[in-house]
């Protein structure tokens, strides 16, 4: 049984930083890729960043490059997402979401967004 859980949540100042954690388990962690997605109330879903765990590309949206960094540890089976330089626009439920992918591409963001395993999220919350 695919499973993930998204923890790391929480409440910060604009300018902080939180680091969320995707633990998976029920699959083979290499053949995936591993998709961050956010959800904020009133808001349709968008990707955040993505890590092929097969050969470590990465992805961002253009929203929060430069400020949060994906990686992987294999041996944890686990994804994190360091989010540095938190907006009061980064406030949303975070969710990790599993992909089997080959290539890591928008396609992999999309197929994400399209996705019924999202499991369930982690809050975070950013004040001005």
């Known amino acids: 049984e695919v499973q993930l859980q998204a923890s790391g949540g929480g409440s910060v100042q604009a300018g902080g930083s939180l680091r969320l954690s995707c633990a998976a388990s029920?699959?083979?962690?290499?053949?995936?890729?591993i998709v961050w997605l956010r959800q904020a109330p009133g808001k349709e879903r968008e990707g955040v960043s993505c890590?092929?765990?097969?050969?470590?590309?990465?992805w961002y949206a253009a929203s929060v490059k430069g400020r949060f960094t994906i990686s992987s540890d294999d041996a944890k089976n686990t994804v994190y997402l360091q989010m540095n330089g938190l907006k009061p626009e980064d406030a949303a439920v975070y969710y990790c979401?599993?992909?089997?992918?080959?290539?890591?591409?928008?396609?992999?963001?999309?197929?994400?967004?399209?996705?019924?395993?999202w499991g369930q999220g982690t809050l975070v919350t950013v004040s001005s």
């Open positions: 890590i092929s765990n097969s050969d470590s590309s990465t």
């Open positions: 979401v599993p992909i089997k992918t080959d290539n890591l591409s928008f396609q992999t963001v999309l197929d994400a967004l399209h996705s019924d395993s």
């Open positions: 029920g699959f083979t962690f290499d053949d995936y890729a």
